[in-house]
């Protein structure tokens, strides 16, 4: 399916990957790109369940965008163990004008494909900081 808006298509493996993740909980982490050649949606990286949020924001590029999924785990103040999963709209300031277009244009469709009701857009590495996720979890 194309994205009217951008041309971009949704690779299969992307939804077949984030229910993985939601129902199985194969990972804590999926890292998304735009194959340009391609023109669709792509996985580019998997983060195993035993992965920490640090190699998640790792995993991020520091000069290009991304479409993000990470599986958070927190405790509640009644200490009720929960996860929720948050959607990831990377865009560094120094990434390319184009290339900001581009994921912009595409992520409001590819959010709904994925069925993501928690979002955190982030231009820089201090936006996604672990405090950002644990304020909007709660």
Avoid at 10 to 30: H, M, Q
Avoid at 36 to 59: M, W
């Amino acid at each position: 399916m194309s994205n009217a808006a951008s041309g971009m298509a949704v690779d299969d493996e992307c939804k077949l990957k984030f229910l993985e993740l939601k129902s199985k909980r194969l990972y804590r982490y999926i890292i998304y790109k735009i194959d340009d050649k391609a023109q669709k949606i792509v996985v580019e990286k998997l983060g195993g369940p035993e992965e920490s949020y640090e190699a998640f924001t790792g995993s991020l590029p520091e000069k290009d965008c991304r479409y993000a999924i990470y599986d958070y785990d927190f405790v509640t103040q009644e200490n009720c163990q929960k996860s929720k999963i948050f959607f990831v709209a990377w865009s560094p300031d120094v990434s390319r004008v184009r290339t900001k277009m581009l994921y912009a244009s595409s992520k409001d469709r590819f959010k709904r494909e994925l069925d993501v009701t928690y979002e955190v857009q982030a231009t820089d590495p201090t936006e996604i900081g672990i405090e950002n996720l644990k304020e909007r979890a709660y």
